[in-house]
T-cell receptor
Framework: AQSVSQHNHHVILSEAASLELGCNYS??????LFWYVQYPGQHLQLLLK??????LVKGIKGFEAEFIKSKFSFNLRKPSVQWSDTAEYFC???????????FGKGTKLSVKP | GAGVSQTPSNKVTEKGKYVELRCDPI?????LYWYRQSLGQGPEFLIY????????DSGLPNDRFFAVRPEGSVSTLKIQRTERGDSAVYLC????????????????FGPGTRLTVL
């Protein structure tokens, strides 16, 4: 069965530090990949998605992610974080013909002002 | 326009009781999904509907869980004989239409219903 792994449970950074959150998936076929964000007290929102084409995907708020098929990875990056990026980040995958998403356990990001 | 709404926002019940959780998708969205998020975990798929029919219910943990969407809009997740292990946040999402291979329609999530079984 397909699974998604996020190895960082809690990341603490100072403002202006660079961010990289790891995500690995297990499925070898056609897969669509996503990062969702959940700000404190808010619902899950889509940050960015990949389903074909350029493996470097740009999302909202300066986030980007790179799909590396050979490594089964889709890591999230941001060159300079802000206090307002404090949130929980979830990586998710969808097998080609399925409708539902499979989520990782999430990474909590705390940015110190 | 309005997003996905879920009611109630919080539900506390006793072990063995029956509960219903409601989801109101974004108007016009044909696909509707239910997920469950336990503490410290990511959302876990339960069931999804395309229109009125359950297209995939493989995530329902057992036969105490059931969901309906009789008119292809509002959906109700029903849990019979609740157990303490059912305590979680139940999330609903909707999308314009089901994503097939190479086609994705963003799933918009509601705020969730926090269910506590005492």
């Amino acid at each position: 069965a397909q699974s998604v792994s996020q190895h960082n449970h809690h990341v603490i950074l100072s403002e202006a530090a660079s961010l990289e959150l790891g995500c690995n998936y297990s499925y070898g076929g056609t897969v669509n990949l996503f990062w969702y964000v959940q700000y404190p007290g808010q619902h899950l929102q889509l940050l960015l998605k990949y389903f074909s084409g350029d493996p470097l995907v740009k999302g909202i708020k300066g986030f980007e992610a790179e799909f590396i098929k050979s490594k089964f990875s889709f890591n999230l990056r941001k060159p300079s974080v802000q206090w307002s990026d404090t949130a929980e980040y979830f990586c998710a995958a969808k097998e080609g013909s399925q409708g539902n998403l499979i989520f990782g356990k999430g990474t909590k990001l705390s940015v110190k002002p | 326009g309005a997003g996905v709404s879920q009611t109630p926002s919080n539900k506390v019940t006793e072990k063995g009781k029956y509960v219903e959780l409601r989801c109101d998708p974004i108007s016009g969205h044909t696909a509707l999904y239910w997920y469950r998020q336990s503490l410290g975990q990511g959302p876990e798929f339960l069931i999804y509907f395309q229109g009125t029919g359950a297209a995939d219910d493989s995530g329902l943990p057992n036969d105490r869980f059931f969901a309906v969407r009789p008119e292809g809009s509002v959906s109700t997740l029903k849990i019979q004989r609740t157990e303490r292990g059912d305590s979680a946040v139940y999330l609903c999402a909707s999308s314009l239409l089901r994503g097939g291979a190479g086609l994705y329609n963003e799933q918009f999530f509601g705020p969730g219903t926090r269910l506590t079984v005492l």
